[in-house]
Protein backbone atom coordinates (compact mmCIF):
# COMPACT_ATOMS: atom_id res chain seq x y z
CA UNK A 1 0.00 0.00 0.00
CA UNK A 2 1.43 3.14 -1.13
CA UNK A 3 0.45 6.91 -0.24
CA UNK A 4 1.12 10.31 -1.83
CA UNK A 5 3.74 12.20 0.52
CA UNK A 6 3.88 16.24 -0.28
CA UNK A 7 7.74 17.59 1.04
CA UNK A 8 8.59 21.22 1.64
CA UNK A 9 11.63 23.22 2.71
CA UNK A 10 10.62 26.53 4.36
CA UNK A 11 13.04 28.71 5.20
CA UNK A 12 13.95 30.74 8.44
CA UNK A 13 11.38 33.43 7.75
CA UNK A 14 8.80 30.82 6.74
CA UNK A 15 9.28 31.44 3.37
CA UNK A 16 9.14 28.71 0.54
CA UNK A 17 12.41 27.22 -0.35
CA UNK A 18 11.43 23.92 -1.88
CA UNK A 19 8.49 21.82 -2.37
CA UNK A 20 7.47 18.04 -4.64
CA UNK A 21 4.77 16.08 -4.67
CA UNK A 22 5.19 12.54 -4.40
CA UNK A 23 2.63 10.15 -5.86
CA UNK A 24 2.23 6.38 -6.24
CA UNK A 25 2.24 4.89 -9.99
CA UNK A 26 -1.24 5.25 -11.09
CA UNK A 27 -2.43 8.26 -8.97
CA UNK A 28 -3.06 11.84 -11.43
CA UNK A 29 -2.04 15.17 -10.28
CA UNK A 30 -3.54 16.19 -7.30
CA UNK A 31 -6.91 18.29 -8.26
CA UNK A 32 -5.76 21.47 -8.87
CA UNK A 33 -8.69 22.55 -6.12
CA UNK A 34 -6.74 21.09 -3.76
CA UNK A 35 -3.28 21.36 -4.20
CA UNK A 36 -3.14 25.04 -2.47
CA UNK A 37 -4.23 23.00 0.82
CA UNK A 38 -1.06 21.27 0.86
CA UNK A 39 0.89 24.24 1.08
CA UNK A 40 -1.72 25.48 3.96
CA UNK A 41 -1.36 22.71 6.05
CA UNK A 42 2.37 22.65 6.19
CA UNK A 43 2.46 26.46 7.31
CA UNK A 44 -0.05 26.06 9.77
CA UNK A 45 2.05 22.47 11.08
CA UNK A 46 5.08 25.56 11.27
CA UNK A 47 4.03 27.08 14.62
CA UNK A 48 3.27 23.62 15.94
CA UNK A 49 7.07 22.43 14.72
CA UNK A 50 8.23 25.92 16.79
CA UNK A 51 7.15 25.13 19.93
CA UNK A 52 8.07 21.60 19.82
CA UNK A 53 11.72 22.83 19.14
CA UNK A 54 10.86 25.53 22.00
CA UNK A 55 10.11 22.47 24.95
CA UNK A 56 11.51 19.59 23.95
CA UNK A 57 14.85 19.96 24.78
CA UNK A 58 16.24 17.07 22.57
CA UNK A 59 18.77 17.25 20.48
CA UNK A 60 17.18 15.58 17.28
CA UNK A 61 16.87 17.14 14.74
CA UNK A 62 13.65 14.75 13.15
CA UNK A 63 10.48 15.62 15.05
CA UNK A 64 7.98 12.37 13.79
CA UNK A 65 4.94 13.55 13.03
CA UNK A 66 4.04 17.16 14.57
CA UNK A 67 0.03 17.49 13.84
CA UNK A 68 -2.56 15.91 12.08
CA UNK A 69 -4.78 17.55 9.64
CA UNK A 70 -8.26 15.74 8.44
CA UNK A 71 -6.83 12.61 7.13
CA UNK A 72 -2.76 14.16 6.27
CA UNK A 73 -0.09 13.72 9.30
CA UNK A 74 2.92 16.26 9.14
CA UNK A 75 6.36 14.95 10.23
CA UNK A 76 9.24 17.56 10.44
CA UNK A 77 12.56 17.86 10.45
CA UNK A 78 14.59 20.86 11.59
CA UNK A 79 17.86 21.62 10.64
CA UNK A 80 20.63 23.62 12.84
CA UNK A 81 20.05 26.76 10.79
CA UNK A 82 16.62 26.25 11.34
CA UNK A 83 15.28 25.45 7.63
CA UNK A 84 12.50 22.78 8.43
CA UNK A 85 11.87 20.24 6.32
CA UNK A 86 7.83 18.48 6.30
CA UNK A 87 6.16 16.17 5.12
CA UNK A 88 2.55 15.74 4.35
CA UNK A 89 1.38 11.99 4.30
CA UNK A 90 -1.75 10.38 4.52
CA UNK A 91 -0.25 6.82 5.63
CA UNK A 92 2.29 6.28 9.15
CA UNK A 93 5.93 5.48 7.13
CA UNK A 94 8.29 7.02 10.20
CA UNK A 95 11.35 4.68 9.03
CA UNK A 96 11.72 5.58 5.93
CA UNK A 97 10.58 9.26 6.15
CA UNK A 98 13.40 10.19 8.92
CA UNK A 99 15.96 8.47 6.16
CA UNK A 100 14.44 10.55 3.76
CA UNK A 101 15.21 13.31 5.62
CA UNK A 102 18.36 12.31 6.40
CA UNK A 103 19.63 11.83 2.99
CA UNK A 104 17.36 15.07 1.57
CA UNK A 105 19.72 16.82 4.71
CA UNK A 106 22.96 15.36 2.96
CA UNK A 107 21.79 16.82 -0.10
CA UNK A 108 20.70 20.30 1.40
CA UNK A 109 24.11 20.80 3.11
CA UNK A 110 25.89 20.21 -0.12
CA UNK A 111 23.77 22.57 -1.73
CA UNK A 112 23.83 25.10 1.25
CA UNK A 113 28.02 25.08 0.03
CA UNK A 114 27.36 26.72 -3.47
CA UNK A 115 28.51 30.17 -3.32
CA UNK A 116 26.27 30.90 -6.09
CA UNK A 117 23.21 29.95 -3.87
CA UNK A 118 21.98 32.43 -1.83
CA UNK A 119 20.88 30.92 2.19
CA UNK A 120 17.03 30.76 2.20
CA UNK A 121 16.39 31.71 -1.45
CA UNK A 122 14.13 29.35 -3.38
CA UNK A 123 15.72 26.46 -4.58
CA UNK A 124 15.79 26.30 -8.22
CA UNK A 125 18.32 23.26 -9.78
CA UNK A 126 16.97 20.53 -11.86
CA UNK A 127 19.91 18.60 -10.39
CA UNK A 128 18.53 19.12 -6.96
CA UNK A 129 15.05 18.05 -8.15
CA UNK A 130 15.48 15.24 -9.97
CA UNK A 131 18.04 13.91 -6.82
CA UNK A 132 15.40 14.59 -4.44
CA UNK A 133 12.88 12.61 -7.04
CA UNK A 134 14.94 9.56 -6.79
CA UNK A 135 15.39 9.44 -2.90
CA UNK A 136 11.52 9.80 -2.82
CA UNK A 137 11.32 7.14 -4.91
CA UNK A 138 13.69 4.70 -3.21
CA UNK A 139 12.53 5.79 0.26
CA UNK A 140 8.78 6.77 -0.38
CA UNK A 141 7.33 5.11 -3.36
CA UNK A 142 8.80 1.84 -2.94
CA UNK B 1 48.94 17.16 7.98
CA UNK B 2 49.00 20.37 5.52
CA UNK B 3 45.92 21.45 6.10
CA UNK B 4 46.36 24.21 8.71
CA UNK B 5 49.02 25.49 6.10
CA UNK B 6 46.98 25.24 3.38
CA UNK B 7 44.09 27.77 4.52
CA UNK B 8 46.38 30.10 6.22
CA UNK B 9 48.32 30.67 2.79
CA UNK B 10 45.31 31.29 1.25
CA UNK B 11 44.23 33.57 3.54
CA UNK B 12 47.62 35.65 3.65
CA UNK B 13 47.07 35.91 -0.70
CA UNK B 14 43.50 36.54 -0.27
CA UNK B 15 44.75 39.76 1.76
CA UNK B 16 48.10 40.29 -0.32
CA UNK B 17 45.95 40.13 -3.58
CA UNK B 18 43.45 43.17 -2.13
CA UNK B 19 46.11 45.09 -1.23
CA UNK B 20 48.74 44.89 -3.96
CA UNK B 21 47.16 47.07 -6.67
CA UNK B 22 47.64 50.25 -4.31
CA UNK B 23 49.97 49.69 -1.45
CA UNK B 24 48.70 51.87 0.29
CA UNK B 25 44.69 52.87 -0.75
CA UNK B 26 43.97 55.61 1.41
CA UNK B 27 40.87 55.75 3.92
CA UNK B 28 38.16 54.47 1.16
CA UNK B 29 39.98 51.90 -0.73
CA UNK B 30 40.66 50.30 2.55
CA UNK B 31 37.60 50.24 4.41
CA UNK B 32 36.70 48.65 0.54
CA UNK B 33 39.29 46.07 1.16
CA UNK B 34 38.06 45.09 4.65
CA UNK B 35 33.94 44.77 3.37
CA UNK B 36 35.32 42.32 0.50
CA UNK B 37 37.25 40.40 3.08
CA UNK B 38 34.86 40.67 5.43
CA UNK B 39 32.19 39.22 2.97
CA UNK B 40 33.98 36.41 1.99
CA UNK B 41 34.03 35.44 6.25
CA UNK B 42 30.39 35.95 6.07
CA UNK B 43 29.57 33.46 2.91
CA UNK B 44 32.04 31.04 4.65
CA UNK B 45 30.30 31.12 8.11
CA UNK B 46 27.04 31.05 6.59
CA UNK B 47 27.75 27.64 5.04
CA UNK B 48 29.69 26.36 8.06
CA UNK B 49 26.77 27.55 10.41
CA UNK B 50 24.52 24.48 8.66
CA UNK B 51 27.09 22.14 8.06
CA UNK B 52 28.84 21.93 11.48
CA UNK B 53 26.15 21.38 13.91
CA UNK B 54 25.93 17.57 12.65
CA UNK B 55 24.26 15.89 15.16
CA UNK B 56 24.33 18.78 17.88
CA UNK B 57 21.07 20.69 18.14
CA UNK B 58 20.86 22.02 21.38
CA UNK B 59 21.45 25.50 20.81
CA UNK B 60 18.47 26.84 23.43
CA UNK B 61 19.87 30.13 24.01
CA UNK B 62 22.46 32.60 22.59
CA UNK B 63 25.76 31.31 25.54
CA UNK B 64 25.38 28.11 23.97
CA UNK B 65 25.84 29.21 20.24
CA UNK B 66 28.83 30.91 21.55
CA UNK B 67 30.14 28.27 23.00
CA UNK B 68 29.75 26.46 19.87
CA UNK B 69 31.38 29.34 18.53
CA UNK B 70 34.51 29.27 20.50
CA UNK B 71 34.54 25.54 20.17
CA UNK B 72 33.60 23.36 17.68
CA UNK B 73 33.91 26.44 14.89
CA UNK B 74 37.10 27.38 16.20
CA UNK B 75 38.57 23.44 16.22
CA UNK B 76 37.22 22.96 12.39
CA UNK B 77 38.63 26.19 11.02
CA UNK B 78 41.50 26.80 13.05
CA UNK B 79 42.28 23.53 14.88
CA UNK B 80 42.18 25.09 18.35
CA UNK B 81 40.02 26.23 20.84
CA UNK B 82 39.18 29.73 21.56
CA UNK B 83 40.80 30.57 25.15
CA UNK B 84 38.28 32.78 26.48
CA UNK B 85 34.41 33.45 26.75
CA UNK B 86 33.25 36.78 28.41
CA UNK B 87 30.05 38.07 28.28
CA UNK B 88 27.83 40.83 30.43
CA UNK B 89 24.92 39.12 29.71
CA UNK B 90 23.31 41.82 28.10
CA UNK B 91 24.21 40.22 24.31
CA UNK B 92 28.16 41.30 24.53
CA UNK B 93 30.15 39.03 24.46
CA UNK B 94 34.21 39.16 24.16
CA UNK B 95 36.01 35.86 22.51
CA UNK B 96 39.86 36.06 23.11
CA UNK B 97 42.42 34.31 21.62
CA UNK B 98 45.76 34.28 23.04
CA UNK B 99 47.77 32.80 20.05
CA UNK B 100 45.48 33.28 16.80
CA UNK B 101 46.91 31.20 13.95
CA UNK B 102 46.72 33.61 11.34
CA UNK B 103 48.45 36.00 13.32
CA UNK B 104 51.56 33.74 14.74
CA UNK B 105 53.24 33.94 11.65
CA UNK B 106 53.98 37.46 12.06
CA UNK B 107 55.07 38.52 15.00
CA UNK B 108 55.14 38.47 18.68
CA UNK B 109 54.92 41.64 20.21
CA UNK B 110 53.84 44.73 19.64
CA UNK B 111 55.51 45.15 15.88
CA UNK B 112 52.31 45.10 12.96
CA UNK B 113 49.58 46.13 15.27
CA UNK B 114 48.37 48.34 12.64
CA UNK B 115 48.38 46.16 9.83
CA UNK B 116 46.71 42.90 12.41
CA UNK B 117 43.41 44.41 11.10
CA UNK B 118 43.26 43.34 7.35
CA UNK B 119 44.42 40.01 8.68
CA UNK B 120 41.21 39.96 10.93
CA UNK B 121 38.66 40.78 8.81
CA UNK B 122 37.79 37.71 7.46
CA UNK B 123 37.46 35.72 10.72
CA UNK B 124 35.18 38.55 11.82
CA UNK B 125 32.98 37.89 8.87
CA UNK B 126 33.17 34.41 9.63
CA UNK B 127 31.63 34.83 13.52
CA UNK B 128 29.28 37.05 11.86
CA UNK B 129 27.95 34.63 9.19
CA UNK B 130 28.17 31.63 10.97
CA UNK B 131 25.78 33.46 13.55
CA UNK B 132 23.44 34.61 11.15
CA UNK B 133 22.81 31.36 10.28
CA UNK B 134 21.89 30.08 13.32
CA UNK B 135 19.45 33.01 14.09
CA UNK B 136 21.59 35.95 15.68
CA UNK B 137 21.96 39.20 13.73
CA UNK B 138 25.55 40.58 15.04
CA UNK B 139 27.85 43.43 14.84
CA UNK B 140 31.65 42.05 14.94
CA UNK B 141 35.02 43.85 15.62
CA UNK B 142 38.26 42.86 17.12
CA UNK B 143 41.02 44.58 19.15
CA UNK B 144 44.49 43.66 19.09
CA UNK B 145 47.32 45.09 21.53
CA UNK B 146 49.66 43.07 20.79
CA UNK B 147 50.52 39.85 18.67
CA UNK B 148 49.27 37.23 18.44
CA UNK B 149 46.49 37.46 20.76
CA UNK B 150 43.43 39.27 19.73
CA UNK B 151 40.07 39.66 21.06
CA UNK B 152 36.58 39.61 19.00
CA UNK B 153 33.80 41.58 20.26
CA UNK B 154 30.57 40.20 19.42
CA UNK B 155 27.46 42.24 20.05
CA UNK B 156 23.94 40.44 19.38
CA UNK B 157 21.59 42.49 17.89
CA UNK B 158 17.77 42.61 19.68
CA UNK B 159 15.21 41.72 16.69
Same mark, same amino acid.
Given at each position: ?????????? $??????? @??????????????????????????????????????????????????????????? @???? $??????????????????? @??????????? @???????????????????????????????? | ???? !?????????? !????????? %????????? =?????? =??? #?? +???????????????????????????? %??? !?? +??????? =????????????????????????????? +??????????????????????? #?? =?????? !?????????? +??????
Amino acid at each position: MSGSFYFVIV $GQQDNLV @FEMEFLPAGKAESKNGYRHLNQFIAHAALDLVDENMLENCSNNMYLKTVDKFNEWFVSA @FVTA $GHMRFLMLHDIRREDEIKN @FFTDVYDLYIK @FAMNPFYEPNSPIRSNAFERKVQCLGKKHLLS | MADK !VLFEFLHTEM !VAELWAPHP %DPGPGGQKR =SLSILE =SIG #FR +VGQALGERLPQETLGFREELDVLKFLCK %DLW !VA +VFHKQMD =SLRTNHQGTYVLQDNSFPLLVPMASGLQY +VEEAPKFLAFTCGLLCGTLSTLG #FQ =SLVTTS !VTSLPACKFQ +VVIRKP
